[in-house]
């Protein structure tokens, strides 16, 4: 790997880990924001909301206009944006300045996160070095979530609740500075924009998300939650039949229409829903029956991290190109579903439950989101030119949203319907087992033989080719 290369999987690895990581470190901090800012118990969860929104209604039209403007050229964009919206944010004077600089940081995630993505597939083309960089991009994202847990509980304890807002300021203008040593020719995706189409994919993407957000406190059956879901279904619905009518689409249903590529969607979305309802469980279970501190629940989500590290970098990093892309996958996700399993078994006595439960569940879901998280990344990506790239990039982070939008809602119901709490979090993790087993399912029936996505031959002048 050339010193250009490392650059761009730097500078990469650090934009994920901005994305994935925002959506976990402002949630410590809303406690101590709300307090200082004057926000009612009402409004407070647009700190949240308005981050989310944005960035799964618009991840489809970022992945459209990052090939009009050539990735790494929007990725650059998409750094600049979010770290002044990040800054916008920390100096905020007042409730309605921090959602904004939430809902621009969503905007230019939605613009940075398909962006990554598709460098990093433009860029790495061989087998080997393809399967190192998938690793390493897949190990920060897997490792973002409880990152942003634990320099949320330190940095609002320790430094101040804007912190959390202003450490995307240094993380951002240093992979920009890598990216400029990277530079060269940045070939365009041509075509005008599908505006009818980016328009129904932000209703429905957004609604869908917000109806998730809302079905936390109101329940599934609330006339408000029902409304949205049907509304997002439909304009998703109308979407696709759009798509395959319009002559320049945002989401080429080719993308998706691909039997590998598709159990790669499957696959990563159902890991979503699991995953983030297990870290839900580990933040209520450790501070709310253990009583850990939010800082101390945070620093045991790190056994997850690592072991997430260990699995895409030793096993499904290494794994690349020698073995076919079912192993890792429903290998990850069984390994996964063993680690919900574990916590399944929990009783109402706590004593020994660290050693017993905690950490063999951190160590195997771990190791099986480490393990899924490259192949598919790799999957959604692979034989693709052109547009159709980061149209794939686009729609593999909104698998990935909305599962864990999902995820969140859907588990934390379950868990609230119990009297007690400790049956309520064995319930969820239960329904989160049985997930990952379907996905496993469904990934053995999409993937086997381990068939991966054509890849086209190149263009003759290349000029499809958008990095």
Not at 84 to 110: D, E, H, I, K, M
């Amino acid at each position: 790997m050339d010193l250009a290369h490392r650059r761009t999987l730097a500078a990469v690895s650090a934009a994920q880990l901005l994305v994935v990581l925002d959506g976990t470190i402002v949630n410590i901090a809303l406690p101590t924001a709300q307090q200082a800012l004057g926000m009612t118990d009402a409004n407070r969860q647009w700190a949240i909301t308005a981050y989310a929104l944005a960035f799964g209604g618009l991840l489809l039209i970022g992945g459209r206009i990052s090939g009009a403007l050539g990735h790494r050229r929007a990725f650059v964009i998409g750094l600049a944006g979010f770290a002044a919206a990040s800054a916008l944010g920390g100096a905020a004077g007042g409730p309605a300045t921090l959602f904004a600089a939430r809902a621009l940081q969503g905007v230019f995630a939605a613009l940075l996160a398909p962006a990554g993505l598709s460098l990093l597939a433009t860029t790495f083309t061989q087998a080997r070095e393809r399967g190192r960089a998938f690793g390493v991009f897949a190990a920060v994202g897997a490792a973002g979530s409880a990152i942003g847990l634990v320099a949320g509980g330190l940095l609002t304890e320790y430094a101040s609740w804007r912190w959390c807002l202003y450490i995307n300021v240094p993380v951002a203008l240093a992979a920009a500075a890598a990216m400029a040593g990277t530079a060269g020719p940045q070939p365009r995706a041509a075509g005008r924009i599908d505006v009818l189409g980016g328009l129904l994919s932000v209703a429905g993407f957004g609604a869908l998300v917000y109806a998730f957000n809302e079905a936390e406190p109101l329940g599934w059956g609330a006339p408000k939650v029902v409304g949205l879901l049907a509304g997002g279904l439909v304009l998703l619905a109308v979407f696709v039949v759009v798509e395959r009518r319009a002559p320049e689409p945002l989401l080429p249903m080719r993308v998706l229409l691909d039997r590998a590529r598709a159990g790669a969607f499957v696959a990563i979305t159902l890991m979503f829903v699991a995953m983030f309802g297990f870290y839900l469980f580990m933040s209520y279970y450790t501070q709310g029956t253990l009583g850990y501190t939010p800082v101390q629940a945070g620093l045991a989500l790190i056994v997850n991290a690592l072991a997430a590290l260990a699995g895409s970098s030793l096993i499904a990093g290494r794994l690349h190109g020698r073995v076919p892309p079912v192993v890792p996958i429903v290998g990850g996700l069984l390994a996964a579903a063993a680690g919900l399993f574990v916590l399944t078994r929990l009783g109402h006595d706590s004593a020994g439950v660290l050693g017993a439960h905690l950490l063999p569940a951190l160590v195997l879901t771990g190791l099986g989101l480490g393990c899924v998280l490259p192949p598919t990344a790799a999957l959604a990506t692979a034989g693709l030119r052109g547009h159709d790239v980061g149209a794939a990039s686009a729609a593999y982070n909104a698998a990935q949203q909305l599962g864990a939008a999902l995820g969140t809602a859907l588990l934390n119901t379950v868990a609230a319907g119990h009297a007690a709490a400790v049956p309520g979090y064995v319930a969820a993790m239960g329904l989160a087992l049985a997930i990952l087993l379907a996905a496993a399912l469904a990934g053995a029936l999409l993937l086997w033989p381990g068939r991966a996505p054509s890849r086209p031959a190149p263009d003759p002048d290349g000029s499809a080719l958008s990095r």
